[in-house]
């Protein structure tokens, strides 16, 4: 038996569908501004792909390309001014920055209400609190996926592999309010194998070519890889693939494939968070009236 496929792309385009739509009553197209510091070629590519899917949506981006030298108080300036702006809805600052400038310091210094990533710890706060916040994408994606599909969540024994800010410590806290019984593993973890085997609701999220293999699955669990990893093949061509080994195919009752699994969901949930952080600047009274 081979487990069925939790394809990404449509669930993508379903939350681009909803985001457009609530994009279009609002009285301003949302804008997004997008900030990169240097040319790391992933960054240039990564901003590039989020900005031309918004586009595709109907949502204005920016692109704010500074120069790798850049200052950390040059760059607290320009996201200064971008809080002020009452035309910008949401503001990305792409990962990593170069050396000289404090992630923290920029990532705090973002408007909580414009924060589309999720990463200000307000929005880390009201997450962990169970209230409702700007939560960061590739979480926010998977649980769209879950839903689409119907995985049911409620009650299960979830283990993430994985507790990095981006995606594991944030999906332990949607899949806690979402009543999962949760269990984060990691590096340090003793005996991830009888870990993971415990879970009816496995996700792999540690950056680790084939680390999840079917020795590590319960028969019938649902398994989402977030991994993205390139590796070369024996002919030296680069390919992507996941955290999980391919064999677990046989072993799960449900799997996202890599690529075409969790990687869509990640740029639609970010326009679906600026929509939905333009609607409360809206509701707040702070951009007009929300047109129906
Ligand atoms: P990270 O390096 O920040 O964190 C990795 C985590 O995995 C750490 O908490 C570490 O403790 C754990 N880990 C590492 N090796 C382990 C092992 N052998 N056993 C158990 N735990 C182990 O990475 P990240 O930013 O969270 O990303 C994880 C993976 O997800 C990467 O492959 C990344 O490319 C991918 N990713 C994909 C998307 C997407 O859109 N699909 C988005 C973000 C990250």
């Not at 971008?82 to 792409?94: H, M």
């Not at 609190?129 to 299960?156: D, E, F, K, N, Q």
């Not at 600026?274 to 702070?286: F, P």
Request: aromatic content about 2%; some cysteine.
């Amino acid at each position: 038996m081979s487990a069925r496929v939790l394809a990404g792309p449509p669930v993508a385009a379903a939350l681009l569908a909803d985001a457009a739509a609530r994009a279009s009553r609002l009285p301003a197209l949302p804008h997004l501004a997008i900030v990169r510091v240097g040319d790391d070629p992933a960054s240039v590519s990564y901003v590039r792909g989020k900005a031309r899917k918004a586009g595709e949506v109907g949502l204005r981006s920016t692109v704010h390309a500074l120069p790798g030298a850049t200052s950390q108080a040059e760059l607290l300036d320009l996201i200064a001014t971008l809080n002020r702006d009452d035309d910008v809805n949401g503001i990305l600052v792409q990962l990593p920055l170069p050396a000289q400038i404090a992630e923290a310091a920029v990532l705090h210094a973002i408007d909580p209400r414009k924060d589309v990533d999720g990463f200000h710890p307000l929005n880390v706060g009201e997450l962990w609190a169970g209230r409702p916040a700007l939560t960061p994408c590739t979480p926010a994606g998977i649980m769209s996926l879950l839903a689409h599909y119907g995985i049911p969540v409620a009650g299960v024994r979830a283990v993430i592999v994985g507790r990095s800010h981006l995606v594991g410590r944030p999906l332990a806290a949607l899949l806690l309010n979402a009543d999962a019984t949760v269990t984060v593993a990691h590096s340090r973890t003793h005996d991830l194998g009888a870990v993971t085997r415990g879970a009816d609701l496995l996700i792999a999220a540690a950056g680790r070519p084939a680390l999840i293999t079917p020795e590590m699955v319960k028969p019938g669990a649902t398994v989402i890889d977030v991994g993205i990893n390139r590796v070369l093949s024996a002919a030296g061509k680069g390919h992507l693939v996941g955290d999980v080994h391919p064999e677990v195919a046989s072993v799960a009752g449900a799997l996202t494939p890599v690529p075409g699994g969790v990687g869509p969901m990640t740029v639609a949930q970010l326009l679906a968070n600026t929509v939905h952080a333009a609607e409360m600047q809206v509701q707040a009274g702070a951009v007009g009236e929300l047109v129906r």
